[in-house]
């Protein structure tokens, strides 16, 4: 999607706005399928978590993509987008019970992070076949709050556990049809995802009941021009040889299962933002947009990088700015950019703005949420409108004192 292009749709459809590239989306999804094309039966569950836009997930279910959800509205949205039940994997972290049991009256598959529902879930239903979520122990991510696979982390069931995990399938008699892991995100060093990898397979090892290894995802994306990313054909070849030399030991050929969310959508968004003001103080020149963290907030959360454009002038002669929100917090897009000189009413460009971005939008200081609109085989569509007074009043009940 080129500048001109951005521009007239915030003419068409106003500002604060997220574009999503559709076609982008269904290259990324067709990458994955090739670089792992060595293995026989791969299957892609889009994590849904980062964008839940029911037109981004009809988008992946015509290119056969199943989806990982960690909440029971998760699983209904893809239900309602037109998945197959089947294709639906709900794979939630500290849920109470009855979620997990609405889950199993929708017929989806469940992984299951904690020995207490295990237990429960094989004593109650032993003849519905779950999967095992794994804490392999191993430290990677692109920092400390977004790597999930380590000893402290609160997601999986330790490795130590092991024996109190089939001590548990003894007593039930359930059946074990998957194991699963996720490490973390932003993963650009391949050696993370091989150990961890062999590390559950010696866990599926445990099991003869296996159908499918379930890795999770954490692939790096590029954030700014020149930026490094996970060598997805490469990690093809490392883990497609290591999981077929498994199967050809386990005596069956399995399913090879990989959730990816921020691979698939990140780099096919943009958020489009107004400049409000130009604001100059003896040490920094801060540019105001009229967005802030309830709309974005992956840099102040996650100290994320957001690659920053004026799309309204890209010349060569830059000046540097801080980019920030019109939130009552410390809400900086980006600290001392350089960008083409900006002068108020130029629309800045947040690229990868397509994964943990929206779907992770509030209403702080009673502000909108933005419109989202997708392109696709060059069209424009509106797929969500954007929130009015209307939205903010909702549900709250008017009493009369």
Known sequence: MDNQLLLSLVEKYGAPLYVYDANKIESQYNRMKNAFSGVKNVKINYAIKSNTNINVLKVLNRLNSGTDCVSIQEVKLCIHAGFDVKDISYTPNGVSYEEILEAKNLGVKIT????????????????????????????????????????????????????????????????????????????????AFVEATEILLGIARQ????????????????????????????????????????????????????????????????????????????????????????????????????????????????????????????????????????????????????AYCFSMASNYNSRFKPAEVMVYNGSDYLIRERETMKDILKNQIDLKF
């Open 112 to 191: 299951l992070d904690n020995l207490y529902s295990l237990e429960k879930f094989g004593t109650d239903f032993p003849d519905y076949p779950v999967a095992i979520r794994m804490n392999p122990h191993v430290m990677a991510g692109g920092n400390a709050k977004i790597s999930v696979g380590h000893i402290d982390s609160k997601f999986g069931i330790s490795v130590t556990q092991i024996d109190a995990i089939l001590e548990v399938v003894s007593a039930t008699g359930m059946k074990i049809n998957g194991v699963h892991m996720h490490t973390g995100s932003d993963i650009s060093n391949l050696e």
């Open 207 to 354: 099991f003869d009941t296996i159908e499918f290894v379930d890795l999770g995802s954490g692939f790096k994306v590029p954030y700014k021009p020149g930026d490094n990313e996970t060598d997805l054909e490469q990690l093809g070849v490392l883990l497609g040889n290591s999981f077929n030399n498994f199967c050809k030991e386990y005596g069956k050929e399995l399913t090879l299962i990989f959730e990816p969310g921020k691979f698939l959508v990140s780099e096919s968004g943009k958020f489009l933002a107004t400049v409000n003001v130009i604001k100059e103080t003896p040490n920094i020149t801060f540019a105001g947009i009229d967005s802030g963290l309830n709309h974005l907030s992956r840099p102040m959360m996650y100290d994320a990088y957001q690659h920053i454009t004026n799309i309204s002038n890209t010349s060569n002669e830059e000046e540097e700015y801080s980019v920030v929100g019109y939130i009552c917090e410390t809400d900086t897009f980006g600290s001392k950019r350089n960008l083409g000189k900006i002068t108020e009413g130029d629309v800045l460009c947040i690229h990868n703005a397509g």
